[in-house]
Nanobody
């Protein structure tokens, strides 16, 4: 059974930090591209960050320099460290596991609310 379970969301003041975690099971974690996406109220889900090889993460422009994605293959877990948070970062954040031609799984999401 595949599970992607996010945690770490909540209410944060602007300028603050939060760390999201996504613990996975039922996938070949070390061979999966792990990503974070988000959906703000009234918007479509959008890409935030992804990592396969820890030396080459990718970030969306709005979060570059503020967010850091990392993974721990021994714990089957991917993280998103979010710094200098802005009200426009308010969204539901989703964990994603993708393996070319094999699967594309999503977590249930965790709410992050940034107050001004």
């Amino acid at each position: 059974q595949v599970q992607l379970v996010e945690s770490g969301g909540g209410l944060v003041q602007a300028g603050g930090s939060a760390r999201l975690s996504c613990v996975t099971s039922g996938i070949i974690f070390s061979e999966s591209v792990m990503g974070w996406f988000r959906r703000a109220p009234g918007n479509q889900r959008e890409f935030v960050a992804r990592v396969f090889n820890s030396d080459s993460p990718n970030y969306a422009e709005p979060v570059k320099g503020r967010f850091v994605i990392s993974r721990d293959n021994a714990k089957n877990t991917v993280y998103l460290q979010m710094n200098s948070l802005k009200p426009e970062d308010t969204a539901i954040y989703y964990c994603n596991a993708w393996r070319d031609g094999e699967y594309n799984y999503w977590g249930q999401g965790t709410q992050v609310t940034v107050s001004s």
